[in-house]
């Protein structure tokens, strides 16, 4: 014990190379240390990511026994990095080992080949978790120029791709902060600025996204460029390095029992492997005093982990968490936490995994190809041969199928309109995770979410057949076929079934064209019924020209994948007539979205993010601090994401003001509860039964996390049905909807018929952990969207939150329409 706390106290005055190295002596010393090259000691402050990958590439350039390449870019630019670790035979061979280490995985190649391992050291997912980085660069270096014995025989019998900041944007963010902050004399306060970086902080991306739970999803560049490079090697063994509370000490798997029932992953690797690789961990820490713990509060049970992905890959995916020293130095309960100390824990890890793998390459290997023959051999034995779904919005389809497809899931086009994914193929075990849902579960309480189904994410009405399908593999490029835009001297209309319609309405609009929206359906002889929120553009009123608007109109049906029609008479062959007053011009949104202190950053990077990269439209952010000097009036819409509003009662009545003069409030989560107790809206929240609370009884004191966490959501789908003649249900075709809910946020219906458009089903449950309690007094006697008016203004109120990580295809278009048509919502009431 004395030995840890003499190296948990240890200082950045005392540390030097030798604190991580010294065991891999020697070193060749033609190739320089983190330390020679960066000019300064690891641990004594913040590395930027240009700093990192200058250093792997100069470890690329002078020795032979490494390469570098790059598998994208985030999105501020900068590069997503690996460099390759091996003997320079084998780097020669790279394209060799590449394919029979594949063959032999996907059972290509009957006999295991004598090959080296495949070892992903993945670092940095969180970018204010900084250590880990730091470790990726002493990692490196002793993987490359170290002469150990024990070191050359990693190099012999593995391929190491190290991966040193999978979130470059988020890092160089924390990079800034705490090294602007670092004291000379070190601060250990905590309440000091560098352990406490402003809003949004570096742990996400550049729209906020949290990137360990997009490997699932697949929304940013980061995650998608990993994917592509994944499903290139399969790799054998994966690490995920993260930081938690500073008051802790160290983790490593295995971790806490999978949540799930019947967990789609075989036993052998949440019990055998993780259990074999745990004592390499465990021999490696107490060989430097380090504590550590396993088995508790973390769980691999969502797939969307950089440490649970792998697993579904006939990979190991390896978990590690340090206590975070939140800069370079933090008093605790122990003491003192320095960052060198969080660095050498995660070297020492770095190391121990490679170690494990390498003496233990043929068990994995084995354990690989066994994983995908099982995933035959399950798939045979199931009933349900395939998942079948028909297109009604292409590019929501489409956007669905790429998801698919960059999972290497195979998909079959069986009709025009018609696609079927077969059960029978190696990525079974992704199928499942698309498709199927569950309501029983082993436990009730989730590290993230019970429930992730990602056709539900795009809203894909699916059955599953019994009969194996036929039919092409899906190519997306050829998937959305076009006609040629006919030009009209009168009027161009288009079909609101689409995902791109607002993205094409902003798009003309921002070009200077007045595009109306059909709040009753019309038709044509020509191209029959056009529904709710179909789109009319008159070519007369414009002020451009016809063939000016023509070649606009070219363009944007070019870019948004949309078919548009060329029509030239204004009678209807039913429906409304062109010319009716219910084809009404749209406004074009002028948004503004609330961020800073006390705003989540989740959700606002979310709207960010769906407003910049799919529909094309700016949003002014505003920090909630300068909230008092916005001239409101400037603009048409207000969004309000989860968060806590502390409004005071002159804030509350210039919020109150604008709205009545005719303008839109979008609020969702918390921010719906916000308006609601502040009395911006006179709509109400559903509260526990007062006869429902239960007298106090005494209880294990060890069972208050399961009990109190069994009645939260930590994400499930609940079923909506929605009215297409809303203007919130344009676009829609099923009346059912599936909505992703992971608060308690529960509204009230409103008091006028005609306010909720949304409304939970009678038996609303799809997939995920709810309890009885929520299912009894909770989800009856809620409403998920309802639109309150303000005189002659109106909030929209979503309980949840309609844009969930990037993923919610199947909602963002009721937040879209709430964006583009909210000055058209009213909320009618019956006289008396």
Known sequence: MRIFFLLFLATTSLVGQDYFTERYQPFQPSIPSPEAFLEYEIGS???????IVAYLRELAAVSDQAEITYYGKTHEGRKLTLLIVSTSENLAELGSIQKQHLDYAQGRLESRPDIPAIINLAYNVHGNEPSSSEAAMLAAYTLVASQDPQIQSFRENAIIFIDPTINPDGRDRHTQWANTYKGSPLVSDPLDAEHNEA?????????????????????????????????????????????????????????????????????????KLNNLFATYFSQNLDSIGSLYFTKEVFDGTYPGYGSSYPDLQGGLGLLFEQASSRGLKQKTAYGEISFPFTIRNQFVSSLATVQAAVENKALLRDYQKAFFESALTRSKRRKIKAYNFT??????????????????????????????????????????????????????????????????????????????????????????????????????????KDYHIPALTYYLQDQGITVASAFKPFGTKEEGLFSFGSLVIPV??????????????????????IQIQDVSTGFSSSGVDLGSRYIQPLKQPKAVLLIGDGVGSYEAGEVWHLLDTRVGMPITKVHQNDFSQVPLDQYNTLVLVSGNYKWDEKTTEKIKTWVAKGNTIVSQGTATAALIKHKIVQEQLVIQPKDSLKKAIQRPYEEAPENLGREQLGGVFIKGIIDHSHPLGFGYTAKEVSLYKNNLVWLQPSKSEYGTPVVYDKNPHVDGYISKNIREQFLPK???????????????LFAENPNFRGTAYGTNRMFLNALFLGSHISVPKLSN
């Open 45 to 51: 402050q913040h590395t930027r990511h240009d700093q």
């Open 199 to 271: 809003w949004p902080r570096g742990r996400t991306n550049h729209y906020w996204f949290d990137l360990n739970r997009d490997w699932l999803l697949a929304i940013n560049p980061e995650s998608q460029g990993k994917l592509n490079w994944y499903h290139q090697w399969y790799p054998n063994v994966v690490t995920d390095f993260h930081e938690m509370g500073t008051q802790s000490t160290y983790f490593f798997e295995p971790m806490k029992v999978n949540g799930s029932k019947d967990p789609i992953m075989p036993k052998d690797n949440y019990i």
């Open 391 to 496: 297109e009604t919005d292409q590019n929501r389809t489409r956007a669905f199928l790429d998801k698919l497809i960059r999972h290497r899931v195979e998909v079959l086009k069986t009709g025009t309109h018609s696609y079927s994914v077969p059960t029978e193929q190696p990525q079974y075990r992704m199928v499942q995770t698309f498709f199927e849902t569950y309501d029983t579960y082993r436990d009730s309480v989730y590290y993230d979410a019970s429930a992730w189904s990602v056709a539900n994410f795009y809203n894909i009405k699916y059955k599953a057949a019994l009969k194996t399908p036929s039919g092409t593999p899906v190519a997306l490029e050829d998937l959305i076929q076009l006609q040629p835009l006919q030009k009209s001297n009168y009027a161009y209309v288009v079909e609101s």
């Open 540 to 561: 007369a009123p414009q002020k451009k020209t016809a063939e000016e608007v023509y070649e606009i109109l070219s363009q944007a049906q070019d870019q948004f994948k």
């Open 782 to 796: 809620a409403a998920p969207v309802v639109v309150s008016s303000l005189g002659k203004g109106r909030v929209v």
